[in-house]
């Protein structure tokens, strides 16, 4: 059976609401100038999925006989996961620009979302490095596997990682990050400013909430965001 968060717990979602979540829909900002500082010689930039919610359940959790048949699928409902690689392949550039490095591209998602991501890179001119990560097959994939994919992959060792997400997710990533990335790895999450993927803000932003109080409370997450 599914744990929930403690009802006392009430207090601490609405602080998350108040101090974390509600002020991110105000950022206009892609990248402060501390942000890059913290960036400019990052080892790589992490585009992380989103869930496909427009897309039924039982189509996302159907093994797709052709290639064609679920890419075109994604296409169609993925508008939040080609923000999220646009402003990575755009945070990317601007490292590029102003340091001469290029940290690769990587793509972290469901595996059949993979061929999908690696489609919208290409389609938006990246021309970098792109590594991949599958974090598993629906329903089991979550952002808890999508870390723990990191964690274990052999071919990245990186000292620092740049996470780009949709704004409401950056504080669940800061901490799941904290739970499951090791002491040594350290990283930055660049919330997407909210005019790149607008969505109904109370609901998503008191989800958000829930989530982590409920993944804190069962020891999946930290519950505060520093280390």
Known sequence: MKEYAPIDDVSFRGKLLVEELRPLVRRTELL???????????????????????????????????????????????????????TAIEIIGIIQKRTGNTPPLV???????????????????????????????????????????????????????????TGYHEPRIVRTANKQLPREIDFTVIPMPYDRYRYPIETRLRGEADRIATYSANGDISRERER
């Open 32 to 86: 402060t100038q501390k942000e890059f500082e913290k960036i400019k010689n990052t080892d790589a930039v992490v585009a992380l999925s989103a869930a496909q919610e427009k897309l039924p359940h039982r189509d996302r959790a159907k093994r797709f006989d052709k290639e064609q048949e679920y890419l075109e699928a994604f296409l169609e409902t993925s508008d939040e996961n080609r923000a999220r690689i646009g």
């Open 107 to 165: 793509l972290n998602g469901e595996d059949q979302q993979l061929v999908g991501m690696f489609y919208v890179a290409k389609q938006l001119g990246f021309e970098g490095e792109i590594l991949f990560q599958n974090s598993g097959a629906y329903p089991h994939s979550n952002t808890k596997t999508q870390f723990i994919e990191l964690r274990e992959d052999p071919d990245l060792t990186p000292k620092h990682i740049t996470f780009v997400s």
